[in-house]
């Protein structure tokens, strides 16, 4: 695994390490296997001018994994002599290992010397530099399928180790050994800048120490205290303190009462993470990702490792399965970089399974902090502890997995906690890492069908934990990891509150609340970008619109087709990933995950996704439903008219954008969103799926019968429930009038009225009568100024929402039209009485 960098520069190999050198590499090598990494592109190294290796701590064994891996990629060894520095190795130590008197211990003990010969020497000939390149050794940083147990105990971690532990280590996972080389330093930039010598070296150690820190931090994870010390760490800090003191006034207790319920708090939420508990569960996971799925997809991990190094990184997730923060932490750790902290809830603080959880980096935080001042200081104090000293943090801002398939309206409780940390340390870089996980089937599905229907959400349980081990007796396809475009927190708040530096510490700054949900908004968008399309999302948004869910194979197989054009020649984002295997084989690997059944015919197998397998598919079809949504409104505006014009499906498309895009988080603008449409008619009628007349001005449906006919058919009905749920909210407050009903009242009888509709027409997916989905519409409604609220809390509106369902006419059909007009004031009278 090696890059272009330091290695681009060929170097001969004149001199040869020393014999006893060559007797131990000999002897290492079989025991030994390297991962080698390097800068990007050139690497700044010139062998022509002096040169030393720099290494974290000294040892024998480093030596000769540094000579190995050099000889690996081409560079000259650490063996080499040094005229020019009056050296015979090329190899120095930011730190020596020394034993602390009458106790068997090892520490390391930091050594300037050698550095200060090297900068009093550049100080004293003006022509000297010599170049520093250093150099990181992981011994036991990647587990594979040969790693046992017993190799736990001497994987790489932050304590100082003799050489006994560093042969066992080779022995046992010398296999796995990871070298990074990093850009040479110059001593010779640090006097030209006029530090004096005493101070530049000082600073160079300071700076390589830095750099190993940061790189063993990004690999390993952070150098983490006992859990107790933590706890004892949050526990004085000043805002937990004060907090204390408040709480005993609250309650009128001593003031040692509220600190023993402030530590009962800390140890509810605290992580206890443990390096060999996480290798021993990465042993763990191997074999069940091997057994239960057929592959794990991850893309952009250059995006992840760029970010790691000096910053913190939160890596916030779409949240689908409970397999979410297993599958993100396995990958992250056997690609060489640290699991992180994640936020977990505390229904999961479950016996054996808690302290389970809290080894693996979990901490648990309540469902709602009313009730308890001291409880939300204390783990926001916790928060900013893990945030200052770099580690990395996972939440999942939806709050909750998604039921329906959809990217549900972020809670900015933890986001708001982060954006605070960084505004009381800002010298701490952050940065949010977008991460969309997608999955071919779930562990879940049951679950969420029964509590779709209506059924109460299971209590987690160590009973339910044991029975739903049945479940990993089944496949479930392959899963897919992609990470999304970095989000710079400092980048974040000058673009959106430029004087957040000049009130950084106001408790009540009246920016802080926008910015926080303009960077909530803006990390679902950026989860949507990196979406991948896989096998079953593409037949989930090709049956589900189709009659009765069945489709004749031929048709289903030219409809897979087309969205796979359509998603590579109008590309949603460079980041998104669509499945390129041939149709014939996505519909047989459907038939194998039991999507899809097979009826033979005389004229053509059919095939349909039967029972509640329409519900669950429609569960992965909302996945990518925001890919589809320039040609499912494209579609929908040809259902029921015969042709328009192509300025006529961009006005109307414009006029509904504003909602689609707060529901789906999509990316554009209105004009965007306008040119995203003329890209997509232009494939369409490429495609045949469209004609065109009038130099293109025109579009029109094919004639019947045609396959382009009901291959637009099929791509309007993808976005049709959607476009009738908005006219549902917007015909229910019209027939009710301005100043009549409240937000809460219109969400009510909507929701009714939909849920009577899907009933009458059969229409799928639960998701159609989701009270939360009409509650983001109404929000939207206010937030456009569409409609306002009056003195009694009832809302009032103007024409333009009468407008809006004149518009309605060019989409919906009459019948659907009539349909919602008629359940109405049947749905307004039923939420009356149940009120």
Same mark, same amino acid.
């Given at each position: 695994m090696t890059s272009s960098g330091l290695s681009s520069l060929e170097h001969p190999r004149a001199h040869r390490p020393p014999l006893w050198a060559r007797l131990l590499s000999a002897l290492q090598k079989p025991w030994l296997k390297l991962r080698i990494e390097q800068p990007e592109a050139d690497g700044g190294f010139d062998p022509s001018r002096p040169w030393c290796y720099v290494l974290e701590r000294e040892g024998t064994s480093y030596q000769l994994i540094l000579d190995r891996a050099c000889r690996e990629s081409g560079l000259p060894g650490p063996f080499e002599p040094q005229p020019a520095l009056e050296r015979t190795r090329s190899t120095l130590y930011v730190s020596r290992r020394r034993s602390m008197p009458f106790v068997r211990r090892d520490r390391a003990v930091a050594d300037t010397a050698e550095l200060d010969t090297l900068v009093l020497r550049a100080a004293a000939d003006p022509d000297f530099d010599c170049q520093l390149v250093p150099v990181s050794i992981f011994v036991g940083r990647a587990p594979d399928r040969s790693t046992g147990w017993f190799r736990v105990l001497f994987s790489e971690h932050w304590a100082v180790t003799g050489w006994f532990h560093r042969l066992l280590a080779l022995l046992l996972n010398g296999r796995n050994t990871w070298v990074r080389f990093a850009r040479p330093v110059s001593v010779r930039e640090l006097l030209d800048d006029g530090t004096v010598p005493a101070k530049a070296t000082r600073k160079l150690a300071r700076v390589l120490r830095m750099h190993f820190r940061r790189v063993r931090t990004a690999m390993i994870g952070p150098d983490l205290s006992h859990r107790r010390m933590l706890i004892d760490t949050v526990l004085a800090s000043p805002a937990v303190r004060d907090a204390i003191v408040a709480q005993a006034a609250r309650d009128n207790t @001593? =003031?040692?009462?509220?600190?023993?319920?402030?530590?009962?708090f800390a140890r509810e939420i605290a992580a206890d993470y443990s390096h060999p508990f996480v290798r021993s569960l990465s042993f763990i996971l191997n074999r069940f990702w091997n057994r239960t799925y057929d592959g794990v997809r991850m893309h952009h991990l250059d995006t992840v490792k760029q970010a790691a190094h000096g910053a913190s990184v939160i890596y916030v997730p779409c949240h689908r399965s409970h397999i979410d923060y297993l599958i993100l932490s396995y990958l992250l750790y056997h690609n060489g970089l640290v699991p992180p902290h994640i936020a977990a809830g505390v229904n999961l603080n479950l016996p054996v399974i808690g302290g389970i959880l809290r080894r693996g980096g979990a901490f648990f935080l309540r469902r709602s902090f009313k009730g308890n001042a001291l409880y939300p200081a204390v783990f926001?104090? !916790?928060?900013?502890?893990? !945030?200052?000293?770099?580690?990395? =943090?996972? !939440?999942? =801002?939806?709050?909750?997995? @998604?039921?329906?398939?959809?990217?549900?309206?972020?809670?900015?409780g933890m986001l708001a906690m982060t954006v605070k940390s960084f505004l009381r340390t800002p010298q701490q870089p952050a940065v949010f890492l977008p991460v969309y996980i997608g999955y071919e089937k779930l562990m879940e599905g049951n679950s969420y069908l029964g509590e779709l229907a209506g059924q109460a959400k299971r209590k987690e349980s160590i009973g339910g934990l044991l029975r739903s081990w049945r479940v990993l007796r089944n496949k479930y396809g392959q899963a897919a990891v992609s990470f999304g475009e970095p989000i710079e927190l400092r980048a974040h708040m000058d673009a959106h509150a430029p004087q957040w530096q000049a009130e950084r510490l106001s408790p009540r700054a009246e920016w802080l609340n926008p910015a926080v949900d303009s960077l909530a908004t803006r990390i679902q968008t950026e989860v949507n970008r990196t979406a991948e399309v896989n096998a079953v999302n593409l037949i989930a948004l090709s049956i589900l619109a189709a009659p009765k869910h069945a489709l004749g194979e031929s048709d289903l197989l030219a409809q897979i087709r087309l969205y796979q054009t359509l998603f590579t020649r109008v590309p949603y984002s460079s980041r998104v990933r669509v499945c390129q295997d041939s149709a014939e084989d996505i519909v047989a690997h459907g038939e194998k995950l039991g999507w899809l059944v097979r009826t033979s015919h005389p004229l053509g197998d059919v095939l349909s996704a039967q029972g509640d397998q329409g519900i669950l598919l429609s569960y992965f079809r909302n996945n990518v439903l925001h890919l589809a949504v320039c040609a499912g409104w494209i579609g929908c505006c040809l259902l029921n008219n015969r042709e328009m014009s192509r300025a006529s499906v961009a006005r109307a498309g414009r006029i509904v954008y504003p909602f689609l895009k707060a529901e789906l988080f999509l990316p554009w603008s209105a004009d965007e969103f306008a040119q995203e449409l003329e890209r997509t008619i232009d494939v369409l009628i490429a495609e045949g799926t469209l004609d065109a007349r009038e130099d293109d001005r025109i579009v029109r449906r094919p004639g019947g019968g045609t396959l382009g006919q009901y291959q637009l058919r099929l791509l309007g009905h993808t976005l049709l429930q959607t476009i009738e749920r908005y006219y549902i909210c917007a015909a229910v407050l019209a027939r009710s009038g301005s100043g009549t009903l409240t937000a809460g009242e219109l969400e009510n009888v909507c929701h009714l009225t939909a849920q009577r509709l899907s009933l009458l027409q059969e229409l799928s997916g639960p998701e159609f009568f989701d009270k939360a989905l009409f509650r983001g519409f109404i929000q939207q409604l206010r937030a456009l100024g569409v409609v306002t609220t009056n003195e009694q809390s009832r809302l009032v509106f103007g024409e333009q929402l009468t407008d809006a369902l004149e518009d309605a006419r060019l989409i919906l059909s009459r019948e659907i039209r009539h349909g919602i007009l008629k359940l109405t004031p049947e749905a307004r009278e039923a939420a009356a009485s149940e009120d």
């Open positions: @001593s =003031i040692e009462a509220a600190q023993k319920q402030a530590r009962k926001a104090e !916790y928060v900013d502890t893990l !945030y200052a000293n770099g580690t990395a =943090i996972e !939440y999942f =801002i939806e709050g909750g997995r @998604s039921r329906t398939g959809r990217l549900l309206a972020p809670k900015a």
